[in-house]
Nanobody, 115 residues
Framework: VQLVESGGGLVQTGGSLTLSCAASGSIFSTYYMGWYRQAPGKQRELVAAITRGGESTNYADPVKGRFTISRDNAKNMMYLQMNSLKDEDTAVYYC?????????WGKGTLVTVSS
C-alpha cells in the first residue's frame, strides 16, 4: 500500500489542523492504521491508532482529548483532527499502515506550532 500525507503547515498555538492520509495500491480495510510523529532530535512515537473497521481507537497520553483519529474505508482515507495545538506538537507526522508484521509508511507532513 502507498501512503501520502497532506494537511501539514504552520499553525498558531491553540489552533487546529486536520491531517489526511490517502492510501492506494491495496485493500485499505485490511490494515490497522496509525499516525506517528517525530520531533527534531527525538524518536518517532505513536500519536493515535485505529482498527480496521474504525470501531476502536487509542491515543498517546499527550494528545488525549485534543486529537481525533478517523478513517473512511470507502475513500481509502485516514484523518487526524488536531485541536488545541501546543508548541510541543511540532513534528513531522507520518501515516502508518500495519498488517501482521508488515509496516508501510508515508513520507510525512510537517506540522509547526508557534506562538
Amino acid at each position: 500500500v502507498q501512503l501520502v500525507e497532506s494537511g501539514g503547515g504552520l499553525v498558531q498555538t491553540g489552533g487546529s489542523l486536520t491531517l489526511s492520509c490517502a492510501a492506494s495500491g491495496s485493500i485499505f480495510s485490511t490494515y490497522y492504521m496509525g499516525w506517528y510523529r517525530q520531533a527534531p532530535g527525538k524518536q518517532r512515537e505513536l500519536v493515535a491508532a485505529i482498527t480496521r473497521g474504525g470501531e476502536s481507537t487509542n491515543y498517546a497520553d499527550p494528545v488525549k482529548g485534543r486529537f481525533t483519529i478517523s478513517r473512511d474505508n470507502a475513500k481509502n482515507m485516514m484523518y487526524l483532527q488536531m485541536n488545541s495545538l501546543k508548541d510541543e506538537d511540532t513534528a513531522v507526522y507520518y501515516c502508518n499502515a500495519r498488517w501482521l508484521a508488515i509496516n508501510h509508511w508515508g513520507k510525512g507532513t510537517l506540522v509547526t506550532v508557534s506562538s
